[in-house]
Every structure is written in structure tokens, then in C-alpha cells.
């Protein structure tokens, strides 16, 4: 059975550039893990070196994707100057290695237009799946109408969106995350909770904003086993009426959303996923290089005795197999 990883992240010198001179104010807590210690240095390996962590943990093709925080937080004109070579990088490395690599494309959110229009030459013509994106572009949430040429584009590409955490804004921070010590107020904002209920919202929002209505053919991907919406499907149930939904709320869950663990390798999670929007939704991401995932686990998640091989097949590659091959191209 190949396994396919999903959210496995890579950079490059001139975007951690780009981070980096940004206002102090507008960086991601991000910044840190993404270009400096062994992660950063982990994140711009795309040779051997990566290949042997693969093999290590157990993965056969990994799906690359530029890591947190991306180019939403730049000016439009460097977002847009870094989006083209970015997506060429990923390509090549794909082209080089197409037996152990895939990729998503990174998008120039504050520049929308020219972001949808990268997304149909990483598709169409550099041979990428879709793009991984980002909750907010500064201030400005992801179902903002803005942004629809994006979702357009991708819902004509049938190309997925992987929708990936990032920090909450500095004033939510201040008002629910501080006052308990710089490094606790930073973890509890970014990867104890505070990534995964931004993530989840932004997700929410694109239903209530009607975008799926709108791009019926839209997929997203939720990593961290949905990033919270699974486990609240019926209280969010009440939004129905009040937002005036077409359908039942979960019903767009199960029609746009599929999830991934990032390297949560946890049975308990992946049977509650399971239950609430089926296998034939659910895919794998170790979240390279952030989460440190053996191979010994990953040959755990995939062998526990409630799953069969087909689910383990599905789960391991086939759904993200079946997905991508509906790609128009």
C-alpha cells in the first residue's frame, strides 16, 4: 500500500527573506519554527536528505507545500513576485522525483486575480494539485468576495484548496492567549489551539458566505482531523436557519471537506472522523518537518485492527488518488 502525506513543508530563501522583513507587527508566530533550527533547516531540503526522512517514517510520495506562514502576510507586489518562482521550485522537484513527489501551489492571496491566475499555470502547466492556503490575508478574512476568483478558479480546475492554520490575529491574541508568559502565550495561540480554531472558522465562514453554493465543485482540505468542526458539527447545526444555509451545515462538511491527521496519529480521532464524514473523506499528513512521526507509528496508525485494508488503502492514498486524478488539467 504507498502512503501519500499530504501537508509536508518546505521554504525558500527568499520568501524567509520576505518573512523576515516584514513590520514586526505583521509576522506570524510562525516565523520562528518556519526558518531557523532544525525545522528551518529541514524545510529547505528538497534532495536526499528528504527522501531519507521519507523512507524513515514511511512515506512514499509527499505532497509539498510552502509552510506557515506563506505570502498573505506580504505586500501584494512581493507576494506576487515570490508566488511564480516558489511554484516552479515544487515543480521541478516534482519533475525530478515524480515517483516520490507531489505538489500544491502557493498563492498570492493579497493579490487575488493574479493569484487565480498562478493557480491555473501551477495546474494546467507546471502540473501541481491544487494550492494550500491560508485562513485571512492580513485582516481580511478567506470568504471575503475578493477572494472568489480564487475559489472560481479552483472549482473549474476541480483543483483542491488544503486550508492550513495560521496565527490569530494580534488582538485576538492579546484578548484570549496572553498574560501567562511569552512562550506559553505563544503555543497557546499557535499549536496548543489557537491555529486550529482559526482554521475551523475560516472554514465555517466560507459555508455561511455561501462560497460552496456558489462553486459547488470546491474542495477543501482540513488538517488536524478537521480542525475542530468535526467535533462541533451539531451545536454549528444551529447557524441553519439564521444564515439561511441551502443545506443542512453538515451536509457541506461532508460534501467539500476532507481531513487529514498532520501527523496526529491517533486511532481515537481517525474513528470519530470516520463516523462523522466517512473514510472516503479522510487522507494522511504527517505535517513534515513540525511533528516528529516514525515509521513505527505511521505502520501503527495504518495496522490498527478496526481498520480493513480497504479503509487503510483509502486512507493511505486512494481518496487523495481519486481526487487528484478529477483535476481538470
Known amino acids: 500500500m504507498p502512503v501519500i502525506a499530504l501537508e509536508e ?22 516565523l520562528a519554527h518556519s526558518s531557523e533550527g532544525e525545522s528551518g533547516r529541514r524545510l529547505l531540503a528538497l534532495d536526499q536528505t528528504r527522501i531519507a526522512a521519507m523512507d524513515a517514517a514511511g512515506i512514499d510520495i509527499s505532497v509539498l507545500s510552502l509552510t506557515a506562514p506563506g505570502l498573505q502576510g506580504l505586500a501584494a507586489a512581493d507576494a506576487v513576485a515570490l508566488q511564480g518562482p516558489v511554484n516552479d521550485l515544487i515543480a521541478e522537484v516534482v519533475a525530478h522525483r515524480p515517483d516520490r513527489f507531489q505538489g500544491f501551489a502557493t498563492l498570492a492571496t ?32 478567506l470568504d471575503h468576495k475578493d477572494n472568489w476568483p480564487i475559489f472560481e ?58 462560497v460552496f453554493d456558489r462553486f459547488p465543485e470546491l474542495q477543501v482540505i482540513l488538517g488536524h482531523w478537521g480542525e475542530v468542526v468535526l467535533f462541533y458539527l451539531d451545536r454549528l447545526e444551529q447557524l441553519h436557519d439564521v444564515a439561511g444555509l441551502k443545506r443542512p451545515l453538515a451536509d457541506y462538511v461532508r460534501a467539500h471537506a476532507y481531513v487529514t491527521p498532520s501527523g496526529m496519529l491517533n486511532a481515537r480521532y481517525r474513528r470519530w472522523a470516520s463516523e462523522v464524514i466517512g473514510v472516503n473523506r479522510l487522507m494522511f499528513a504527517t505535517d513534515y518537518p513540525f511533528v516528529p512521526v516514525t515509521g513505527e507509528a505511521v505502520d501503527a496508525f495504518f495496522r490498527a485492527d478496526d481498520l480493513n485494508p480497504e479503509d487503510r488503502a483509502a486512507i493511505g492514498g486512494g481518496n487523495w488518488t481519486r481526487l487528484r486524478a478529477g483535476i481538470r488539467r
Not at 486575480?113 to 490575508?137: I, K, N, P, S, Y
Request: some cysteine.
Open 110 to 141: 493579497p493579490a487575488p486575480q493574479a493569484a487565480a491566475r498562478e493557480l491555473e499555470r501551477a495546474v494546467t502547466r507546471l502540473g501541481l494539485d491544487g494550492a494550500l492556503v491560508f485562513g485571512r490575508t492580513r485582516e481580511r478574512n
Open 9 to 30: 513543508h518546505m521554504a525558500t530563501p527568499d520568501v524567509i527573506r520576505a518573512w523576515k522583513a516584514l513590520d514586526p507587527a505583521l509576522r506570524d508566530l510562525a
Open 153 to 210: 478558479a479552483a472549482a473549474a480546475l476541480r483543483a483542491p484548496l488544503y486550508l492550513h492554520p495560521q496565527s490569530p490575529l494580534p488582538a485576538v491574541r492579546q484578548a484570549y492567549y496572553c498574560g501567562l508568559g511569552d512562550a506559553v502565550d505563544d503555543a497557546f495561540a499557535t499549536h496548543g489551539v489557537g491555529w486550529h480554531y482559526e482554521t475551523g472558522i475560516q472554514f465555517i465562514r466560507l459555508i455561511l458566505a455561501g
